[in-house]
């Protein structure tokens, strides 16, 4: 496998589908509410928010392998290749290279903002800040039994935010809304990835929520945050009718998020929890985009 496509895969490139959809369903939003859309402004949104999301995911591999958290037999570079532990790159190459991709993501804000969009500039530089504190000092998150929260603010509030406002100039708390149930499974991800590393976590020293938690606990919220998800969607139908499609069409995947969010409930977490978690989120996200392109199709005939 040749160099190039083993740095690419490092930055694990099937993580960014999740960032794409939650960017596409902001962007359709607008449209629901008579508003027009700038597509090009839309691909701009896209490609900053994965360039981040890239240095995100980077960024924890090499602080993880800076505190001896990432090394061979782990449960995370068991299936997937690690830049560092992998020898794809050098430390140093990785957290070059990571910033790299995020001043890369703020240079698109900046020259939005340059245009037509002035506050994309302020809204990139607080995604850039958070995707850095996720795993980096002074104050990491993730190390601090905060990266749930850093993931939800990232997922939940800063990417829908960004994406409507990029795509037709204005704020709005609509996307918020209506993305909270993609957020929480993305938050969820994340959960079944920090259960299935909690002895690890704990042996390297450092403080996930899940570690705080213990097992057991974790595992009780992991449920209700796959199971909140779904609830959650119908929040937004109240604030906006023709989002109870997209609302209503993911629940055909409810037997395959119960199936994953009992899968702790033998007392073990298997090795590829978060990719079990991460098959639900596609499905639902997928069937979410469709009943949300069927709503505005019928926003315009009604």
Not at 108 to 121: D, E, F, S
Not at 127 to 140: D, E, I, N, S
Not at 240 to 265: E, G, H, Q
Not at 268 to 281: H, K, W
């Given at each position: 496998?040749?160099k190039?496509?083993?740095?690419?895969?490092?930055?694990r490139?099937?993580s960014?589908?999740f960032t794409?959809?939650?960017?596409l369903?902001?962007?359709?939003?607008?449209?629901?509410e008579g508003?027009?859309?700038s597509?090009?402004?839309v691909?701009?949104?896209?490609?900053?928010?994965?360039?981040?999301?890239a240095?995100?995911?980077?960024?924890?591999?090499?602080?993880d392998?800076k505190?001896?958290?990432?090394?061979?037999?782990?449960g995370?570079?068991?299936?997937?290749?690690?830049?560092?532990?992998?020898?794809i790159?050098?430390?140093?190459?990785?957290?070059?290279?990571?910033?790299?991709?995020g001043l890369?993501?703020?240079?698109?804000?900046?020259l939005?903002?340059l245009?037509?969009?002035p506050?994309?500039?302020?809204l990139?530089?607080i995604g850039?800040v958070?995707?850095f504190?996720?795993?980096?000092?002074?104050l990491?998150l993730?190390?601090n039994?905060l990266g749930e929260?850093?993931?939800?603010?990232?997922?939940g509030t800063?990417?829908?935010?960004?994406?409507y406002?990029?795509?037709?100039?204005?704020l709005?708390i609509?996307p918020v809304i209506a993305?909270?149930?993609?957020?929480l499974?993305?938050?969820?991800?994340?959960?079944?990835?920090?259960?299935?590393?909690?002895e690890?976590d704990?042996?390297?020293?450092?403080r996930?929520l899940e570690?705080v938690l213990?097992?057991?606990?974790?595992?009780?919220l992991f449920?209700a945050l796959i199971?909140?998800?779904y609830?959650?969607?119908f929040?937004?139908?109240v604030?906006?009718r023709f989002l109870?499609?997209?609302a209503?069409l993911?629940?055909?995947?409810l037997p395959?998020?119960d199936?994953?969010?009992r899968m702790?409930?033998?007392?073990?977490?298997p090795?590829?929890?978060?990719?079990?978690v991460?098959?639900v989120?596609?499905k639902?996200?997928?069937?979410?985009?469709?009943?949300?392109?069927v709503?505005?199709?019928?926003?315009?005939?009604?």
């Amino acid at each position: 496998m040749g160099k190039a496509k083993m740095v690419f895969l490092a930055t694990r490139p099937w993580s960014f589908p999740f960032t794409v959809m939650v960017v596409l369903i902001a962007s359709l939003l607008p449209l629901l509410e008579g508003l027009k859309v700038s597509w090009l402004m839309v691909v701009v949104a896209a490609a900053g928010s994965v360039l981040l999301h890239a240095m995100v995911n980077l960024l924890n591999d090499y602080f993880d392998y800076k505190r001896g958290i990432d090394r061979p037999g782990a449960g995370t570079v068991e299936y997937r290749p690690h830049p560092i532990v992998h020898n794809i790159m050098t430390p140093q190459a990785t957290f070059g290279f990571a910033l790299s991709l995020g001043l890369i993501g703020l240079l698109l804000a900046g020259l939005a903002a340059l245009t037509t969009r002035p506050l994309a500039i302020v809204l990139g530089l607080i995604g850039f800040v958070v995707a850095f504190l996720y795993t980096g000092p002074p104050l990491p998150l993730k190390y601090n039994a905060l990266g749930e929260v850093g993931v939800y603010i990232a997922w939940g509030t800063l990417i829908p935010l960004g994406a409507y406002y990029m795509a037709c100039g204005e704020l709005g708390i609509l996307p918020v809304i209506a993305l909270l149930p993609l957020s929480l499974m993305i938050v969820a991800v994340l959960a079944a990835n920090n259960i299935r590393d909690i002895e690890v976590d704990k042996a390297s020293g450092i403080r996930t929520l899940e570690v705080v938690l213990g097992f057991d606990r974790s595992r009780k919220l992991f449920k209700a945050l796959i199971y909140a998800a779904y609830a959650s969607a119908f929040t937004a139908a109240v604030f906006n009718r023709f989002l109870l499609i997209p609302a209503a069409l993911p629940l055909i995947t409810l037997p395959d998020a119960d199936k994953v969010a009992r899968m702790f409930d033998q007392g073990e977490a298997p090795p590829d929890a978060d990719p079990r978690v991460a098959g639900v989120l596609q499905k639902y996200a997928t069937l979410y985009l469709i009943g949300l392109i069927v709503s505005v199709i019928l926003n315009y005939i009604m």
